[in-house]
Structure formats: structure tokens, C-alpha cells
């Protein structure tokens, strides 16, 4: 695995920077040991999840006939939406172009049930090189936990912060739902730095296909502290059903009106 500075980080070494982190930094990580994952190291991690869940305690909810279900709504809902929304995604995607020239889409590997990563699309809301400029804005983290938020990144574009206030830059999100990658419900796919500083428990969050949205969306998104994110997301893992999942969906519709948390 690779760090800041091209070192070689062992296991050890990560797991010294979770705990220190976690135990005296009540302000959220504004170190990540590892910023970029080759294949190899990318493998290492996702075995060492699988390994890691192996032994959880958490017990998933729903048997195959609500898997059948889910993925079947997953498909025909997602395939609507995209439908629909297809000229005003075309037309933000042009007003991103305009505004820098770049590529209005922007692709990013995250991590799913079991560890399996993919790539997670979005309109693009932050300029080009926003990735390789991340170690200058890391320190900034303004979140209690391992998920990077910051109320003034530099690097968000002046489009890029009327799309996330409005969860626009989601949409394309709908593409990754038809293809099985993500469900409408579940918990927030999480990028694989930081999934390098979870303790075990805080990893029972891949225990089930990553989704749109889920509790913590619906109520407050960003306002909501790290840990009572994770519990959330247990909750629904244990507690999950069809009943559930439409009262969520039709919860997020309200907090992406009211643009609850969104920033």
C-alpha cells in the first residue's frame, strides 16, 4: 500500500493511525495513511474486508424472495429515472463543460457488499484535477469521522456547488443502480482510504450492496456525526425490508427537496 509520500504502509502501521486518530481527534482524520490504491493494494484490502466480515456479528436482513424484489424495483426504477432525466442531466453536463472545458463526468472506485469495489459516477462538481490535489485540503476535514467534508474546498467549481446542494451531481448514480453496482437503498458506498482506517465494526457497513441513499441521508446527511452514521446504517442492515426501503426512498425525496444537510 502506498502512502503520502510513496512509503510502503504495513497493517500495523494503519491500524496505529485509526486508533490514534479516533481516540485523540475527536475533529475527524485529517490524515489518511493511503491516498491512492493500486491493484494490488486495492485486492489486499478487499480480502482483508472479507476476512474481517467473515467473523461480524451483524445479521443482514431479508432472504432471497426481498433480494429478488429490491433488485427488480432497483432496475425498472432506476431505468425510469434515467429516462427522465436524461436531458437535464445532458443539460447540467453541458453547463459543466462551458465553465472549464472538462469532462462533465467524474468516475471514482468505491467499495460495495463484501468489499467488491466498482466505479461510482457523478456530474462532476469539483475542477479537474481535484484528486491529486486532495492532500492540500485533507487538513480542512470538518467531519467527526473518516468521511472527508469541508464547508469551503477550494477546489468545488461555481456550477459544482449548485449541484451538490441540490444532490444533481448524484444522478448519474442511476446508471450505476441498472447495473446492479448500487441499490436505491442502502448504505453509502465509502471510498477505499477510508475504508483503510475502519475498526471491525465500522466495516459491518459492507455487509450489504451500497445504495443511493439511505437513514442518514434522510436525516441531516452531513450534519450527522461519523458514529451515529455507522449505527444508522447497522440499524437498517439489521432491520431492512421492502416497507423500509419505500419509506426511505420517499424520505429522501423530502430531505433533497428541503436540501436537508446538503452541502
Keep these: 500500500m502506498i502512502g503520502l509520500k510513496g512509503q510502503q504502509i504495513t497493517e500495523d502501521d494503519v491500524t496505529e493511525v485509526t486508533l490514534k486518530s479516533l481516540e485523540t481527534d475527536k475533529t475527524g482524520v485529517i490524515d489518511y495513511p493511503i491516498l491512492e490504491f ?12 472479507q476476512e474481517t466480515l467473515k467473523y461480524s456479528k451483524v445479521m443482514p436482513a431479508g ?4 433480494k429478488a ?3 427488480a424495483f432497483d432496475f425498472i426504477a432506476s431505468l425510469l429515472a434515467l429516462l427522465i432525466l436524461l436531458i437535464p442531466i445532458g443539460l447540467v453536463s453541458l453547463l459543466i463543460y462551458l465553465e472549464d472545458r472538462g469532462n462533465p463526468f467524474f468516475s471514482q472506485i468505491r467499495l ?9 459516477y457523478k456530474l462532476r462538481s469539483m475542477c479537474m484535477d481535484a484528486e491529486s490535489r486532495f492532500t492540500e485540503v485533507q487538513k480542512e476535514n470538518k467531519s467527526d469521522g473518516l468521511a472527508f467534508k469541508s464547508d469551503d474546498d477550494p477546489r468545488i467549481t461555481k456550477i459544482g456547488k449548485f449541484i451538490r446542494k441540490t444532490s444533481i451531481d448524484e444522478l448519474p ?32 457497513r459492507l455487509l450489504v450492496k451500497g445504495g443511493l441513499s ?24 439489521k432491520t431492512r425490508n421492502a416497507a423500509l426501503d419505500l419509506k426511505l426512498l420517499f424520505k429522501t425525496a423530502a430531505a433533497v427537496l428541503l436540501r436537508k444537510g446538503a452541502k
Design 38 to 49: 493500486d491493484e494490488r493494494a486495492l485486492n489486499l484490502l478487499c480480502t482483508g474486508i
Design 214 to 237: 439511505c437513514i442518514c441521508q434522510t436525516e441531516g446527511r452531513s450534519d450527522m456525526e461519523f458514529e451515529k452514521w455507522v449505527e444508522t446504517d447497522v440499524e437498517y442492515i
Design 112 to 120: 460495495t457488499e463484501n468489499g467488491k469495489p466498482f466505479r461510482m
Design 173 to 204: 448514480q442511476f446508471w450505476n443502480v441498472l447495473k446492479g453496482d448500487m441499490s436505491l437503498i442502502g448504505p453509502r458506498p465509502p471510498l477505499p482510504r477510508e475504508v483503510v482506517l475502519y475498526t471491525p465494526e465500522q466495516m459491518d
Design 63 to 66: 432472504g432471497y424472495i426481498y
Design 69 to 71: 424484489v429490491k433488485r
